[in-house]
């Protein structure tokens, strides 16, 4: 078995300011994945990498960039939080040839 | 792109009566079909798919029916229990990488 681990676990941050989350998986899985949650509404992709230093974007990148350093972590950067934002920000990985994903705990993000 | 209606928000059911969730898409193109559950404060947890080329799938107490004609999947979850109680979130894929596109959720609520 393995486990995501997400950090932090909130985030508060202040309007305009750059803020980073961070996904670490010890699957050893090929592929990983940012979504967001926001309250009574799906998850909407954000990016995601099918290996180390890939990065793919999906419908939600805009006012994100993501990096991802080794296998192992995928972080996410949110390039300027917008005031009053509030949503959660899931990690995900996979194993190549297998289709389900593993989610980590998530982070909750305030913006005051 | 894909877009994915989720069409019960929330569903009451008695304990022991049977719960069905609906979900339809429009991409034909999408061929993977799972569905995660999310407990209260908690991640999503995947608890069964199903792929293009079969229309049932059953594990234990739930089934997943697919209908490609009408481009609509259901999970139906027999025997409810308390603990089944959740967010249910359906979600379809298209691509090789997993991009799985989700509905809005369904807060199911099991009544002892």
């Known amino acids: 078995g393995g486990i995501i681990t997400q950090t932090p676990k909130f985030l508060i941050g202040q309007e305009g300011q750059k803020l980073t989350l961070k996904c670490q998986q010890n699957?050893?899985?090929?592929?990983m994945y940012w979504y967001r949650q926001d309250s009574g509404k799906g998850l909407r992709l954000i990016y995601y990498s099918i290996t180390e230093n890939d990065l793919q974007k999906g419908d939600l990148s805009e006012g994100y960039d993501a990096s991802r350093e080794k296998k192992s972590s995928f972080s996410l950067t949110v390039t300027s939080a917008q005031k009053n934002e509030m949503a959660v920000f899931l990690c995900?990985?996979?194993?190549?040839?297998?289709?389900?994903?593993?989610f980590g705990p998530g982070t909750r993000l305030l913006v005051l | 792109g894909e877009k994915v209606e989720q069409h019960e928000s929330t569903l009451s059911v008695r304990e022991g009566d049977s719960a069905v969730i609906n979900c339809t898409y429009t991409d034909t193109a999408s061929s993977y079909f799972p569905w995660y559950k999310q407990e209260a404060g908690k991640s999503l947890h995947f608890v069964i798919d199903i792929r293009s080329n079969v229309d049932r799938k059953q594990s234990q107490r739930l089934i997943v029916l697919l209908d490609k004609k009408a481009k609509r999947f259901s999970l139906h979850i027999t025997a409810t229990q308390p603990e089944d109680s959740a967010i249910y979130f359906c979600?379809?894929?298209?691509?090789?990488?997993?991009?799985?596109?989700f509905g809005s959720g369904t807060k199911l609520t099991v009544e002892p």
């Open positions: 995900a990985s996979r194993e190549t040839g297998v289709d389900t994903q593993y």
């Open positions: 979600a379809a894929d298209m691509s090789n990488y997993n991009v799985l596109y």
């Open positions: 699957f050893n899985h090929d592929t």
